[in-house]
């Protein structure tokens, strides 16, 4: 079984409503157990790298989705999403949870 990497986000948890810092899990990553951020650049394994370009094209969007999955640190409840992550800077771009939405502020630099 591969290992994976993980995104860091703060949030105020949709399950128990309390602030948390969770750690989504991603198989979508080059190293093993890197811990990323909202606007830090992913370090793509290729394979999946070449399976986004294929995605990307084939759905029409204009940036990466890739899948996410983790647990509150509180309330050990269930949280899976997305992120949106840039096809030329790989940046991480947005993040998507359940109903939640966090995207980077580009405005910022």
């Known amino acids: 079984m591969r290992s994976y ?3 860091q986000l703060p949030i105020k948890c949709p399950n128990c409503k309390k602030d948390s810092v969770i750690g989504l899990r991603t198989h ?3 190293e093993e157990f890197k811990v990323y951020k909202l606007g830090d ?3 793509f394994d290729d394979n999946f790298l070449e399976y986004c ?3 990307m094209i084939n759905s029409g969007n204009t940036r990466y989705l890739v ?13 899976d999403g997305w ?3 840039h096809p030329k800077t790989h940046i991480i771009e947005e993040i998507e949870l359940n109903s939640f939405t966090m995207k980077l502020d580009m405005s910022i630099k």
């Open 83 to 85: 992120c949106w992550i």
């Open 28 to 30: 979508a990553g080059k």
């Open 53 to 55: 370009n294929r995605a």
């Open 67 to 79: 899948g996410l999955d983790g647990e509150c640190n509180l309330c050990r409840g269930d949280i």
């Open 5 to 7: 990497d993980c995104i």
């Open 41 to 43: 650049k992913f370090e």
